[in-house]
């Protein structure tokens, strides 16, 4: 079955800190992969996706994630935190074509709140 | 180019009653998906809707709806809501279904609270 894990429910970093939110996925096929953001009181922000092609995959403020496949993760890093980055983030996977999970709908992670201190 | 827009953004009601939300996707935007966030469960699935057709459904009870209009706007409908109603009900548009490459983008949400 498809699903995704994000297995930190709190990630703490100080500012000036590389910083890694963590994300797992099983699909029956290759994986569209997403990553957003959710700031308090706001709908979801959209920083980037993988669908195919370069591993490492660069975003929205600074932020870039790497696709492997042996280890099915997709982690979101950001070399040197800031304060603003303080929000919940989210993974998602999607089936490719050639998976039948789900009718290839978007299955969403829990969220990890991100807290960086000053 | 605007974003989704919800309306209304709060929203609070009486257990019985029954709500109905709207959403107006990106301009273009002709597929509309609806989610229900609440603390414990993260985002889960309701339906989604494209070219006025329902395309995938979640496994919520039928007594959340919703359809989509020619113009692509869309409206959720929740009946005879009860107390684990209360959730921030987001909406996602994008340009084709939700099972191609495309990104969804979200509106701000509509903070419903059930008494």
């Known amino acids: 079955a498809q699903s995704v894990a994000q297995p930190e429910d709190q990630v703490n970093v100080a500012e000036g800190n590389p910083l890694t939110v963590k994300c797992t996925y099983s699909?029956?096929?290759?994986?569209?992969l997403f990553w957003y953001v959710q700031y308090p009181n706001r709908g979801l922000q959209f920083l980037l996706k993988?669908?195919?092609?370069d591993n490492l995959v660069k975003g929205s403020y600074g932020f870039e994630a790497e696709f492997n496949k042996s280890q099915t993760s997709f982690h979101l890093k950001k070399p040197s935190a800031l304060v603003s980055d303080s929000a919940l983030y989210f993974c998602?996977?999607?089936?490719?074509?050639?998976?039948?999970?789900?009718?290839?709908?978007?299955?969403w992670g829990l969220g990890t709140s991100l807290a960086v201190n000053p | 180019k605007a974003g989704v827009t919800q309306t209304p953004r709060y929203l609070i009601k009486t257990r019985g009653q029954q709500v109905t939300l709207s959403c107006s996707p990106i301009?273009?935007?002709?597929?509309v998906s609806w989610y229900q966030q609440t603390p414990g469960q993260g985002l889960q699935f309701l339906f989604e809707y494209f070219s006025e057709t329902q395309r995938n459904k979640g496994n919520f009870p039928g007594r959340f709806s919703g359809r989509q209009f020619s113009n692509s706007r869309s409206e959720m409908n929740v009946s005879t809501l009860e107390l684990g109603d209360s959730a921030l009900y987001l909406c996602a548009s994008s340009l084709r279904p939700s099972a191609s490459t495309d990104t969804q983008y979200f509106g701000p949400g509509t903070r419903l609270t059930v008494l």
């Open positions: 699909v029956s096929g290759n994986p569209y």
């Open positions: 301009s273009g935007h002709r597929s």
């Open positions: 993988y669908i195919t092609g």
């Open positions: 998602a996977v999607r089936d490719g074509p050639q998976g039948a999970g789900n009718n290839r709908k978007l299955i």
